[in-house]
Nanobody
Framework: QVQLVESGGGLVQPGGSLRLSCAAS????????MAWYRQAPGKQREFVAR???????DYTDSVLGRFTISRDNINHLVYLQMNDLKPEDTALYYC???????????WGQGTQVTVSS
């Protein structure tokens, strides 16, 4: 059974930091691209950041220089370090796994990030 379990969300003031974690089980972690997406109220889910199976990363423009994605292939974890948070970063953040061989794709349940003073 595949599980992606996110944690680390919460309420933070503008300019603050949070680190999201995603624990993956039931997948061959090393052959999955891992990504974070987010969905704000009334908006479509959008891509935030990806770390591919080889370790390469890419980000949506709005988080460049503020967010850092990383992965731990031994413990099957993926992280999103978020610095200098802005109110527009408020959203439900989802972890995503994408198998590079067979394109199986999985989602976690999400963790809420709220940036407000």
């Amino acid at each position: 059974q595949v599980q992606l379990v996110e944690s680390g969300g919460g309420l933070v003031q503008p300019g603050g930091s949070l680190r999201l974690s995603c624990a993956a089980s039931g997948i061959i972690f090393s052959i999955n691209n891992m990504a974070w997406y987010r969905q704000a109220p009334g908006k479509q889910r959008e891509f935030v950041a990806r770390v591919n199976a080889g370790g390469g990363t890419d980000y949506t423009d709005s988080v460049l220089g503020r967010f850092t994605i990383s992965r731990d292939n031994i413990n099957h974890l993926v992280y999103l370090q978020m610095n200098d948070l802005k109110p527009e970063d408020t959203a439900l953040y989802y972890c995503n796994a994408d198998n590079v061989r067979n394109r199986d794709n999985y989602w976690g349940q999400g963790t809420q990030v709220t940036v407000s003073s």
